[in-house]
């Protein structure tokens, strides 16, 4: 992996993680409205404001996901760690299928 990408799955990575951990973690609680205070808003566009907190979370996920998969996850890879994805199992085997 060349030094580009091995920043691209790092950088990813990391927005992963801290997407985890503010999408169902202790993020919720920066964005979760009290409910003694009046002048709380509860809603975001019509969707209660921890609901969307939560859905661009995962959101942000998906795109990791996808960068990932377009960017930095190719068969060389995967051909390269002894895996086959024709058979879809290890070079040479049949998946303990004897």
Known sequence: MGREKRALAVGLTV?????????????????????????????????????????????????????AYFCLWTRDDTKRNGFDHDSGAPEGGRGGID
Do not use: C, E, H, K
Not at 41 to 60: D, E, Q, S, T
């Open 15 to 67: 927005a992963f993680l801290l997407a985890t951990l503010m999408g169902a973690g202790p993020g919720v609680y920066l964005i979760n409205p009290d409910p003694a205070d009046p002048g709380s808003r509860f809603l975001l566009a019509g969707v209660p404001i921890v609901y969307a907190w939560g859905l661009f979370w995962y959101a942000v996920q998906l795109g990791v996901v996808l960068v």
